[in-house]
Structure formats: structure tokens, C-alpha cells
């Protein structure tokens, strides 16, 4: 899962530094089963930090995260820091289904999807409260590093108030 774990330091980073926090609370390799209406079978592990919970915008980081896990996934790792999450999952699921799901998934979690694209076999959606709101994150899926027919999910939540 190197392109993943990639993927994730370099959005990670962007973020943190966009904060203007140091402070984070990570876990990695937690197993956290979702079925495939999306809802979790098994707690994801670790605590999210207070600041992590609640951006000072007002908006519910860790629930809006929560509303994004994908289907039949697992949770590679977790991050979160200063009104940020940062969650990377593998699914059983194809790239295309997950951007469908994600498509009324993020609508339903109280967001408005900014922009969607697509390069090199990997889908980024940008999501937002508002137009113009600090309140919202993004969505990357991309192929499994496995070379198996599933794919790897990347959802970043953050308020940058």
C-alpha cells in the first residue's frame, strides 16, 4: 500500500500545515469491517482527539468521517489532527461503484460535492459545506495495491476555521 501511504503523507501534511497544528493522534491497521449498506460492523479503534471532533466552524468532523466510510472496506489507518481526519480504507468494491455511491453518500452526509476528476485510474472528489466554506475534505479512490479487483479510498475531513 505504498501509493496509498504516499497519497496519505503528502494530503496529511498539506492539511496539518493549512491548520497550522502539530498536534495529532494517529492509529493504524484497525480493523473496522463495514457492510455494504456502509454502516460499521466493528469499532474502528482509537480516539479521536476533541479538537479533531468539532472544527471551530462549527461542522462535525468526525461525523461527516463517519458518513463517508466506504462499503465492504477495512481501515488501513486514521489520523487526526486540529479539526482533521484523515482515514485510508481498502475495499472490495471497484472504483466505479465506490464514485457512485460517493456521489450520494457525501449529498446525504449534509455536503455539496465542489468538483469531481479523474487521472490516471484515480477519482478525487472535493466536498464542501458550502461553496466557499472551510467546513469539507475529499475523497480519493484509487486501484487496490494489491492488484486485486478492489480498490483503496482515501477521506479527508477537515475544518480549517
Known amino acids: 500500500m505504498s501509493r496509498a501511504r504516499a497519497l496519505a503523507l503528502a494530503a496529511l501534511m498539506v492539511l496539518v500545515v493549512a491548520c497550522g497544528g502539530p498536534a495529532a493522534s494517529q492509529s493504524s491497521g484497525s480493523e473496522a469491517s463495514v457492510d455494504a449498506d456502509g454502516s460499521a460492523a466493528a469499532s474502528t479503534g482509537g ?5 479533531a471532533s468539532t472544527g471551530s466552524g462549527g461542522g462535525d468532523v468526525e461525523e461527516v468521517a463517519e458518513a463517508l466510510i ?9 489520523t487526526t489532527a486540529d479539526g482533521v ?33 479523474e487521472t490516471g485510474g484515480t477519482v478525487s472528489i472535493v466536498f464542501a459545506e458550502s461553496t466557499g466554506s472551510t467546513f469539507g475534505g475529499a475523497v480519493n479512490i484509487f486501484p487496490s495495491s ?3 479487483s478492489g480498490s483503496g479510498v482515501q477521506v479527508t475531513v477537515g475544518d480549517s476555521n
Open 47 to 51: 480516539e479521536a482527539s476533541a479538537a
Open 85 to 117: 481526519s484523515f482515514v485510508i480504507y481498502e475495499s472490495s468494491d471497484s472504483i466505479d461503484s465506490l464514485r457512485s455511491h460517493y456521489e450520494s453518500a457525501i449529498p446525504g452526509a449534509g455536503m455539496q460535492i465542489i468538483s469531481t476528476s
Open 70 to 78: 466506504p462499503p465492504n472496506s477495512t481501515e488501513v489507518s486514521k
Open 146 to 148: 494489491t492488484g486485486g
